[in-house]
């Protein structure tokens, strides 16, 4: 038996924007509809970090495995990034593993393209400007992926280092086709149509009286339990919109204000999924607040690894391994 190692190289030779997003899109409207097997995620907390597991089955792909991740996010003044992952996918018929390959960069890639497909549903149709509030490496997939369903105008980047927001200035000139431009304060962020928060914050770095009727929100940073990047005021002027209930009340943005009765839960307005699939209705007022909360679902890096699977196994990249 032999198994396909992808390294994280690999991956990047492979993998664009243009094929993360209608992947990760179908995984979203198939867990809407209620086929898809996806355990809570299970967490290991250290002094620096958690390392966290996350098993999915998507029936109609036929694809299953699990990824393993980390969150330190004080690895890069180490010269490691703060998440760093590997996924295993699996023969559903035999439970064989088939593939091992790096997910780092599969992460980013697509949690920013469950971003712009949360913005396809909930924002405005002819948004134009984006701010983002944090400028590490999600920063930069959420905005390619934006970019390739609005027309942009201008992107709008605050990060409480100058440097970082500087090169990710630089940087985003290399994928973007509109004005980047640094930002000091955070009201200056929030003048946008779209406003990605992407920081591992754990008090309000939005609040509610900067964000203008119709913006749109992805709250990216909050994937663990104590969270919190949005005043939870917030909170009650939007339509909020998760992508898994029971994972986002545990540890999405709106689980620090629920457990402190600032929100409650059945305040959400719909999973995304269910409103991919037609279940629920999405933007529905050119004044509303909307909000996506995203706490990264395994049955994205599953759809997204098959994809890199497939993929590499046509173009014969990769190394095989005997397994036994």
């Not at 996806?38 to 390392?51: A, I, Q, R, T, V």
């Not at 497909?117 to 984006?130: D, F, G, P, T, W």
């Not at 991919?276 to 996506?292: H, L, Q, S």
Request: aromatic share 6%.
């Amino acid at each position: 038996m032999e198994i396909l190692w992808l390294s994280e190289d690999d991956v990047k030779s492979i993998l664009t924007m243009e094929d993360a997003i209608p992947a990760v899109e179908s995984a979203f409207a198939e867990h809407g509809l209620g086929n898809v097997q996806m355990p809570p995620k299970s967490y290991l907390y250290y002094e620096h970090g958690d390392l966290r597991t996350m098993p999915a089955y998507i029936k109609k792909l036929g694809a299953t495995g699990v990824k393993i991740v980390n969150s330190h996010p004080g690895n890069p003044e180490k010269g490691l990034p703060s998440v760093m992952a590997v996924i295993i996918l699996n023969s559903f018929e035999t439970g064989a593993p088939l593939a091992l390959m790096g997910g780092t960069y599969l992460t980013a890639v697509r949690t920013g393209a469950a971003g712009g497909i949360a913005a396809k549903y909930l924002a405005r149709r002819n948004s134009k400007a984006v701010g983002i509030i944090g400028a590490g490496a999600q920063a930069r997939t959420q905005v390619m992926a934006l970019a390739k369903i609005f027309d942009l105008d201008v992107v709008r980047v605050l990060d409480k280092s100058q440097a970082r927001a500087m090169a990710f200035v630089s940087d985003a000139r290399s994928f973007l086709d509109c004005d980047c431009v640094p930002v000091s304060d955070g009201r200056d962020a929030c003048d946008c149509d779209i406003l990605v928060t992407a920081t591992p914050s754990r008090e309000p770095v939005v609040r509610s009286d900067w964000v203008m009727e119709g913006t749109h929100i992805n709250a990216i940073g909050a994937d663990a339990p104590g969270k919190q990047e949005l005043d939870p005021r917030l909170l009650r002027r939007a339509k909020v919109v998760v992508d898994d209930l029971s994972q986002a009340i545990h540890s999405g943005e709106v689980n620090v204000p629920i457990s402190r009765g600032e929100y409650r839960s059945d305040e959400i307005h719909a999973q995304l999924g269910e409103i991919i699939a037609g279940k629920m209705p999405g933007r529905e007022d050119v004044r509303e607040i909307t909000i996506f909360d995203s706490t990264g679902l395994a049955i994205q890096d599953i759809a997204v690894a098959s994809l890199v699977y497939r993929k590499a196994k046509d173009l014969r990249i990769g190394t095989v391994l005997e397994y036994m």
